[in-house]
């Protein structure tokens, strides 16, 4: 069992970031990115001067990525129906996470993401807000909306507007986990095409997670979905009026296991977690009866599943989550900057499963060259070479299914990302530098 000390320790970050958040008052502002030497030049950036470039972009409303800040903005807009680990918690509760996803958005990637949190949880509307606002913006990330409405708000964006729409918690969760999970089993010596695999949670991330999987070679029929109420499996009355979940069933658990998490896991090689915030949503006699090296990815926030160390006590090999105090981090800010920096350069229309797997294999790329061990399957943020190259990886890959309006040699998408990303880490360590970012004060 974990020492006190250690639960403790897990506590910390949320104990320090009520306070951090309150000094700050929120992570992000916006800034000024052209000079202002006097007043005057203020007839060149406004009124009378401006005109020019809005008739230009009437001509051609491409403009619009040139004359504006357009092609690096995106907006992360969410209902918080399903945040984090705590459910339906409200626009105002919601908007903390949002924030910080657009200070990583910036940090990390050199995009400008706007926090957009919406007083309505209704699929119609949503998708209405998003097309309203789709003009402004380059991109558009969904965050934290509950299925299976974000399978459908996501669907119907992705049809009726031409910009690229991501829901995180899909696509980033689904490609994180696959490049993770590439090198764990690098680590264990275990194929892709061999192993079974349980996935506790049938929601957005699971179902995602799965269907990259079956991309890259993995047996979808040996994959058991687990929700609420147990394994999922044809027999199971209540699942015949739900779309989603049958559909899995008719795909996944050739062998129609049933029963709840401890049948799931018997002698499987890997466990994907993403379901709710634990301790003891898996418990360790479960775990135990995995196969031999196995994998267990524990990424449900802000605590996991089980805790890492009692995982590993239980026998497994590698084990991961989505925290960055523990080792093995699995988490989407690894790929959501790099996905979206190299989208908005080559200006791509959509985010393809193939950007994707091609952002997933740069970061087991990246790995491997530091090297890896069942400590360290994954590059860390702190590595931050990762971001320009998932960006051309990703922007090569729009260029090569014809979905960017932008054409640019591996060279230059790699040298554009790289320098936009370096200018957002160095203004932010000039800032602090020169006490414009102040530290909290320690009595505060």
Request: glycine fraction near 6%.
């Amino acid at each position: 069992m974990g020492t006190n000390e250690q639960i403790d320790l897990a506590k910390k970050p949320g104990e320090i970031s009520t306070k951090l958040h309150k000094f700050y008052r929120g992570k992000i502002e916006t800034s000024i990115k052209t000079p202002i030497k006097n007043y005057s030049d203020f007839a060149l950036w406004y009124t009378p001067g401006v005109a020019s470039p809005c008739l230009e972009i009437k001509k051609d409303k491409d403009l619009s990525f040139e004359y504006t800040n357009r092609g690096n903005s995106i907006a992360v807009i969410s209902d918080c129906s399903r945040v984090l680990g705590l459910g339906d918690i409200g626009p105002e509760s919601g908007l903390p996470v949002m924030e910080g996803k657009a200070q990583l958005y910036k940090y990390l990637g050199g995009v400008d993401a706007f926090p957009i949190v919406l007083s309505t949880k209704n699929e119609d509307e949503i998708i209405s807000a998003c097309k309203w606002i789709s003009t402004s913006f380059g991109g558009i990330n969904l965050e934290d909306i509950e299925k299976p409405k974000c399978f459908k708000i996501l669907d119907k964006l992705k049809e009726e507007i031409n910009i690229p729409v991501w829901h995180d918690d899909q696509q980033g969760t689904a490609t994180v986990i696959l490049a993770a999970l590439i090198n764990a089993l690098k680590v264990v010596n275990k194929d892709l095409k061999e192993v079974t695999i349980a996935i506790i949670g049938s929601g957005a991330a699971g179902t995602s997670t799965a269907n990259l999987l079956e991309q890259l070679g993995a047996d979808k029929k040996k994959i058991i979905f687990v929700d609420s109420k147990g394994i999922l499996h044809p027999h199971r009355e209540d699942l015949k009026k739900d779309f989603y979940k049958y559909k899995i069933c008719m795909e996944t658990n050739k062998e129609e296991k049933q029963g709840g998490i401890s049948m799931a896991l018997k002698d499987v090689d890997v466990c994907i977690a993403l379901s709710t915030s634990g301790p003891g949503v898996i418990k360790k006699e479960w775990v135990s009866n995995m196969a031999d090296n196995a994998i267990m990815f524990a990424c449900a926030n802000p605590v996991p599943e089980i805790w890492p160390w009692d995982a590993k006590e239980a026998g497994v090999k590698v084990v991961a989550t989505g925290r960055s105090d523990f080792p093995n981090q699995v988490n989407n800010s690894l790929v959501f900057p790099g996905i979206f920096r190299g989208a908005l350069d080559v200006r791509a229309t959509s985010i393809t499963d193939n950007m994707c797997i091609a952002a997933a294999l740069a970061i087991t790329e990246i790995a491997e060259e530091k090297g890896i061990d069942e400590n360290r399957i994954m590059p860390s943020m702190e590595n931050w070479e990762i971001f320009p190259k998932e960006a051309t990886a990703v922007g090569l890959k729009a260029i090569e299914e014809k979905i960017a309006r932008k054409v640019m040699s591996e060279e230059e998408i790699y040298q554009n990302a790289y320098t936009i990303i370096k200018r957002s880490r160095d203004s932010t360590e000039l800032l602090m530098n020169n006490g414009l970012i102040k530290e909290m004060p320690e009595e505060e």
